[in-house]
């Protein structure tokens, strides 16, 4: 059963719609949350915009993550030079 | 391959065949969770010097990566444990940008529009730097876990065990990270809020 305080927190904030955004990456949003952010985004053009540029970022992100990285030749022949001396 | 009980040079022998065979393998491991050239190479060797004192703890049914690359893991959580602890506290409490909302908490500006396709973007060398600079302006433990959790794709209430410290903190820092990080690169490449 919907609560006063639950009904109330239907109505979000642009800051806390933004935190909501960012957070329904990590958990599990409660469906009063849920609903809130629905409505929120629903009427406010300047928060769907952010949810764009999360999305916009989330991708530039992942794709340097996977660009390839080797290891310099000098760290090798450090590394290789300590387990030489350490064994 | 025979595991036979060898002497020192031989051990070294292996260690070093482990470097050449896998060292570029753990370091991309390593670089990917922290973007840290330097901190990538102590964790590789670290984890090879441990592997060295514990090559009994092989299991030969497993493969040599598989062994490794968990000695490693185990190293860098252990690494940004420390990182954790001995950075001061305040940073949570620190704003990761400048204010986008008023006191009512809405938006002070439109965010400007974001032209162009991430993948279009980073073809441009120019944008490169200015997202560099940007991540960089990150503090320092707030870079780690965003860097940690977007190489990561596991839970982060798995994320919160390992690294001891509270899921409300963790999500707390990411929106921070990713809100600095949006505000940044608005001001600095896709232009003016709202101006």
């Known amino acids: 059963m919907a609560r006063l305080r639950d009904i109330r927190n239907l109505n979000l904030t642009c800051r806390e719609a933004t935190r909501l955004m960012s957070e329904a990456r990590e958990r599990r949003l409660t469906r009063w949350e849920r609903a809130g952010l629905t409505i929120h985004l629903g009427l406010c053009r300047y928060c769907r915009r952010y949810r764009r540029q999360l999305a916009y970022l989330r991708d530039v992100v992942k794709k340097i993550v996977d660009e390839p990285a080797t290891m310099s030749e000098s760290a090798k022949a450090r590394i290789r030079q300590k387990l030489e001396e350490s064994s | ?195």
């Open chain 2, 1 to 195: 391959m025979s595991v036979v009980p060898t002497p020192n040079s031989a051990q070294a022998n292996s260690a070093t065949r482990w470097l050449v065979e896998h060292g570029d393998a753990l370091y991309a491991y390593a670089y990917r969770r922290t973007r840290r050239a330097d901190v990538a190479e102590d964790l590789v060797q670290e984890t090879l010097l441990a592997a060295l004192a514990s090559r009994e703890s092989f299991d030969a049914r497993s493969s040599e990566r598989t062994w490794l690359t968990g000695i490693l893991r185990h190293k860098l959580m252990d690494h940004l444990r420390r990182a954790w602890r001995q950075r001061p506290m305040s940073e949570i409490e620190e704003e990761g940008a400048e204010d986008m909302f008023d006191r009512g908490g809405h938006w002070k500006a439109m965010p400007p529009f974001w032209d162009k396709t991430p993948g279009a973007q980073l073809e441009n060398a120019e944008f490169r730097d200015v997202l560099h600079k940007c991540l960089e302006k990150l503090p320092p433990r707030t870079a780690q876990l965003f860097w940690l959790r977007e190489a990561e794709e596991m839970e982060t209430d798995a994320l919160c065990q390992e690294l001891e410290i509270s899921p409300t903190n963790l999500w707390t820092m990411l929106h921070r990270a990713r809100s600095a990080l949006r505000q940044c690169l608005s001001v600095h490449w896709f232009g003016k809020d709202g101006r």
